[in-house]
């Protein structure tokens, strides 16, 4: 069973940083790149970062550069994202997903629960 289970958000007030963690099981983590999304009710989900399998390779939205850092541990199965000098318009509900390349060449993609981000004071 593959499972993708997001923690650590919560309530900050603008400036202030969280960490969300992603811990992943039931695939081989090692082999997929992985990916932070976000999504308030009312708009599409977005794209905040992405990172590559070994972590040689990353980007981000224009809005969190030099905000956000995506990072993982591939022997702890586990994507991270540090969240510094927030505002209100990070608020959202964050998504970890991850996306690999089967042998025969399928795409495969798995999605978390989403893990409630609020930026107010």
């Known amino acids: 069973q593959v499972q993708l289970v997001e923690s650590g958000g919560g309530l900050v007030q603008p400036g202030g940083s969280l960490r969300l963690s992603c811990a992943a099981s039931g695939f081989t983590f090692s082999n997929y790149a992985m990916s932070w999304y976000r999504q308030t009710p009312g708009k599409e989900r977005e794209l905040v970062t992405t990172m590559s399998s070994t972590g040689s390779s990353t980007n981000y939205a224009d809005s969190v550069k030099d905000r956000f850092t995506i990072s993982r541990d591939n022997s702890k199965n586990t994507v991270y994202l540090q969240m510094n000098s927030l505002k209100p318009e990070d608020t959202g509900v964050y998504y970890c997903?991850?996306?690999?390349?089967?042998?025969?060449?399928?795409?495969?993609?798995?999605w978390g629960q989403g893990t409630q981000v609020t930026v107010s004071s």
């Open positions: 997903k991850a996306i690999g390349t089967a042998w025969d060449g399928r795409v495969l993609s798995y």
